[in-house]
Antibody, heavy 120, light 110 residues
Framework: QVQMVESGGGVVQPGRSLRLSCAASGFTFSTHAMHWVRQAPGKGLEWVGFIWADGSEKEYADSVEGRFTISRHNSKNTVWLDMNSLRVEDTAVYYCARDPPGSGWRLDYWGQGTLVSVSS | QSVLTQPPSASGTPGQRVTIYCSGSISNIGSNVVNWYQKFPGTAPKLLIY???QRPSGVPDRFSGSKSGTSASLAISGLQSEDEADYYC???????????FGGGTKLSVL
């Protein structure tokens, strides 16, 4: 069955870095774009960014552009979110989600999320 | 303030029909398909409606979606207590080159 498992969350001080991982299984990972979406405490869903199936294209929300980087390794069925210069406002549960080819940005399966807490 | 506008809350009684609206612009809803997600506290979002009006396998036909111009809507008929959740519209924006989520609508079943 389709599954995504995020890991790497934790407590980090402002200005520091953190890498989140999303391990995928149960589908052909190399044909799917992958997204990261976050939800801050008491807030709504916020799209963070995505990476195309072959890794050739990436887009990011303005709020993380220049600080966050998404990468993937199709042989390892894994996508990463590298977060630098973390801010208190980056505190959130981070989800990875898959986007089937030609789906119109449909995020049809999501991981369970990993919590990132940025605090001094 | 989200680019996609949803009412922060909606409510209904069991058995009623409730509609949640999502308002955007020509560069997002006006140009691309809309997807809807259901989210319960502490759980991952779930795709509820895709491509404006399509239901993934397993989603009851009580849930339906539509789009007209720069607005979209999610209708829930035969409201049940288990429908109490947060609902989000989402769409790609051609100008901003981002996926936009609406601010979310908290549905209460009275």
């Amino acid at each position: 069955q389709v599954q995504m498992v995020e890991s790497g969350g934790g407590v980090v001080q402002p200005g520091r870095s953190l890498r989140l991982s999303c391990a995928a299984s149960g589908f052909t990972f190399s044909t799917h774009a992958m997204h990261w979406v976050r939800q801050a405490p008491g807030k709504g869903l916020e799209w963070v960014g995505f990476i195309w199936a072959d890794g050739s294209e990436k887009e990011y929300a303005d709020s993380v552009e220049g600080r966050f980087t998404i990468s993937r390794h199709n042989s390892k069925n894994t996508v990463w979110l590298d977060m630098n210069s973390l801010r208190v406002e980056d505190t959130a549960v981070y989800y990875c989600a898959r986007d089937p080819p030609g789906s119109g940005w449909r995020l049809d399966y999501w991981g369970q999320g990993t919590l990132v807490s940025v605090s001094s | 303030q989200s680019v996609l506008t949803q009412p922060p809350s909606a409510s209904g009684t069991p058995g009623q029909r409730v509609t949640i609206y999502c308002s955007g612009s020509i560069s997002n809803i006006g140009s691309n398909v809309v997807n809807w997600y259901q989210k319960f506290p502490g759980t991952a979002p779930k795709l509820l409606i895709y491509s404006n009006n399509q239901r993934p396998s397993g989603v009851p036909d009580r849930f339906s979606g539509s789009k007209s111009g720069t607005s979209a809507s999610l209708a829930i008929s035969g409201l049940q207590s288990e429908d109490e959740a947060d609902y989000y519209c989402a769409v790609w924006d051609d100008s901003l080159k981002v996926v936009l989520f609406g601010g979310g609508t908290k549905l209460s079943v009275l």
